[in-house]
């Protein structure tokens, strides 16, 4: 826009139309935010979670897992009640402070002696009568939930789910046993209410300390971010299994609830504090993904139930914990998708749900959020709407940057404090003022949009001159590289293939290949730093430079590569740099010397296509330190065997995705190329890998590939 106000070019109804489109667009913007806050908010935190450094939660939580290993080592599930008994009863004898299930026991134990007796009907009347006699393993689970604190879980039925009974049904079935806890407060309406319960067993609900509900429904996308606290479920209000599994721990029998009777603003439980929703359910700031505890990566203890059974685990490990049952292993889990990870368990949501009552540090939405980022927000359209005519689009965009960083930053800053702030209201209403307003002056002004025009043709014509004095000089550079023809007559005793590929229209690599007069071959590869016409430059000197000094008769290679160095300094005002790899080789031994003067290691793939690195000592690329000893470094190449120089192109090639070409991958790809036998066609095989792996994406850097291969003595 025109310096000194696009406005005051403009007519007056001109001017009247793109103040009124800017306030309209934030009014429309305001309305769809406000309907779909919720939806557009839960992504940007999902993304919030990921980024911010994961909370640490505390060391009171520990899961026990009825994993794979469990299962191999103890049966399929469901274990009988006998099994459970031990497991309880290892648990608590640890210390347990309180157990808590997250999984019903609804049926009766499929192992009852008087189900034993039906099953052989064999058995003589004496032992018949002796195992029916047997206490049923429901009432020994019983007696060891009745001796240790032990938690039940309980799942709360809607009227939309498929577990709800019939109406029949649901009336002969008895009321499940209320929990035993005091709730003091308002008993909120926002409470989710589930009209019937799929309990446990009466003999083992009635013997457990407590009863929670463990209902976690995910948001309409399929992420659990909220786990409710409590529920009105037959008609009684009942904790989550989260909340009355530390109710039982620190042995309280109150819970309070703060808020209206319309909706809930946070549950008490002894010293602890939790921030909800008006329904009562917690927003949990999760912690990394939980893994196998072997891996030493858990952010809660896990252990495996089988190391449970089998003793394996220390006497005082569950010493004053809360401990979570529930199951990880495949086709008996409750996989669910959390903001942090696409796949976990549902017992390590609980354990979540646990650590967050225990911190008090759930995410909380303020009430005076909204009026905070709604008042930004009118905040920021009233600047557009009086400053966007007046500014350049450069003052605009740093204005916009400013907002941006530091709405987004106080949302950072807030989550960090388990608070949640939401930059979009702040800045999206700001921005649709600001876009249309900017739209609807270029389409007013046409005077400016004549000269944004001509001055873009002007930029055109000078790009053209540009791209055709480009191409010039990419000819000219491929001119001075000897062509791959002439490269395989420079020795009758040595193959000698090379590539080369700019990542521009013109590039900074080189190769170069020669004979001595005593029969010794002299072949180099280098890379100037940078890319585009400047290292062009610096590479058509470096190349000159190098065959002229490296030709010299009686000058030994270590003396040529420092005069190299001392020449291509002097008068280096631009700080260029090139790195370079020189070898000679003496066809009638195979004897190798090299000078590596920052370069990448060669490679040596053998007849059987077996890769290996020569690794160099060398020094710093020229042009980097003056007087720098390069020493001569001497390796043998047998007949047969090939040596592969390759510049950065090749190890810093990048897929679309950002992932880099890695040294495994480059072993594997020249052993691959080595298959067709040629020369020509292994280093085109290794150029075709390196493209292949890109993916089409722009390369990052000119890739140069030199191969040498000493011919068999006749």
Not at 135 to 146: K, L, N, Q, T, Y
Not at 392 to 403: D, F, K, N, P, Y
Not at 533 to 543: E, Q
Request: proline share 7%; glycine share 10%.
């Amino acid at each position: 826009m025109p310096r000194g106000g696009a406005l005051t070019e403009l007519d007056r109804g001109a001017r009247a139309r793109v103040r009124s489109a800017g306030l309209i667009a934030a009014i429309l913007v305001a309305l769809l935010l406000a309907a779909a806050g919720a939806l557009l908010r839960q992504p940007l935190f999902d993304l919030a979670q990921n980024l911010a450094p994961p909370p640490r939660p505390t060391q009171q939580v520990v899961v026990v897992a009825i994993d794979a290993p469990s299962l191999a080592a103890v049966g399929g599930w469901p274990w009988s009640r006998y099994t459970m008994a031990r497991l309880t009863e290892q648990i608590a004898g640890r210390g347990a402070r309180a157990i808590g299930f997250d999984f019903l026991f609804p049926e009766p134990d499929r192992q009852a002696p008087a189900d034993f007796v039906k099953l052989y009907p064999e058995l003589s009347g004496g032992a018949a009568g002796e195992v029916a006699r047997l206490p049923s393993m429901d009432a020994v689970f019983a007696r060891v939930i009745g001796r240790s604190p032990v938690v039940l879980a309980r799942a709360g039925v809607g009227d939309e789910t498929f577990d709800r009974l019939d109406d029949d049904e649901e009336a002969a079935a008895p009321a499940p046993l209320p929990p035993d806890v005091e709730f003091q407060g308002p008993a909120a309406r926002a409470i989710p209410v589930y009209p019937t319960v799929v309990a446990n067993l009466d003999i083992l609900d009635g013997a457990a300390l407590g009863h929670g509900l463990a209902n976690g429904p995910p948001d309409t996308d399929g992420v659990i971010r909220r786990v409710p606290l409590l529920g009105r479920a037959a008609g009684a209000l009942t904790p989550s299994l989260a909340l009355d599994l530390v109710r039982v721990g620190e042995g309280e029998s109150i819970i309070r609830l703060e808020g209206t009777r319309d909706a809930l603003s946070a549950i008490r439980l002894g010293r602890h504090r939790v921030p909800v929703d008006a329904g009562g359910r917690v927003e949990l700031r999760f912690a990394a993904q939980p893994q196998a505890r072997e891996k030493g990566l858990a952010d809660f203890m896990t252990y495996s139930a089988a190391d449970l059974l089998r003793q394996g685990v220390p006497a005082n490990a569950f010493e004053g914990k809360l401990v979570l049952v529930g199951l990880t292993a495949a086709g008996t889990s409750d996989v669910v998708t959390t903001p942090r990870a696409p796949e976990t368990y549902g017992v390590f949501v609980q354990a979540q749900a646990v650590d967050a009552i225990l911190r008090s540090a759930a995410l909380e939405r303020p009430a005076w959020a909204p009026l905070v980022e709604w008042g930004v927000g009118l905040a920021l359209v009233l600047l557009a709407w009086f400053a966007v005519p007046r500014l350049s689009l450069g003052q605009i965009s740093a204005i916009a940057a400013v907002e941006i960083g530091a709405a987004f930053a106080a949302g950072a800053i807030a989550f960090q404090q388990n608070l949640i702030l939401d930059p979009l209201p702040m800045l999206v209403p700001g921005a649709a003022t600001s876009g249309v307003m900017i739209v609807l002056l270029f389409v007013e002004g046409r005077r400016v949009q004549t000269r944004l025009r001509g001055q873009l043709e002007d930029e055109r014509l000078s790009a053209a001159r540009i791209s055709g004095e480009l191409a010039a000089a990419s000819e000219i550079q491929s001119g001075m590289l000897m062509p791959r023809a002439e490269l395989a007559r420079v020795s009758p005793a040595v193959e000698i293939d090379a590539a080369l590929q700019s990542a521009k229209t013109v590039g900074g690599d080189l190769y170069d290949a020669f004979p001595f007069d005593d029969g010794r071959v002299c072949f180099l590869v280098g890379d100037v730093t940078g890319k585009g016409v400047p290292a062009s430059l610096f590479m058509a000197l470096s190349k000159a430079l190098s065959r002229s000094l490296l030709m010299r008769p009686a000058t030994p290679l270590d003396t040529a590569i420092e005069e190299i160095n001392r020449e291509l300094s002097r008068d280096n005002r631009q700080a260029m740099a090139v790195s370079l790899l020189v070898g000679v080789l003496h066809p009638g031994d195979g004897r190798l010397d090299l000078v590596s003067a920052g370069h990448e290691n060669p490679l040596v793939v053998g007849p059987d296509r077996s890769v290996r690195e020569l690794r160099l000592d060398g020094g710093p690329a020229l042009c980097v330190a003056d007087d720098f000893p390069y020493p001569v470094e001497t390796h043998t190449l047998a007949p047969g065997e090939t040596l592969v120089f390759f510049t950065d192109g090749l190890t810093e090639a990048q897929a679309p995705d950002g992932s880099l070409f890695d040294r495994d991958q480059m072993l594997a790809a020249v052993s691959e190329s080595a298959r067709v036998g040629t020369l020509t066609g292994m280093v085109d095989g290794i150029v075709s890998q390196v493209r292949l792996f890109e993916a089409g994406s722009e390369p990052t850097d000119d890739l140069t590939v030199l191969a040498v291969r000493l011919k068999p003595a006749a």
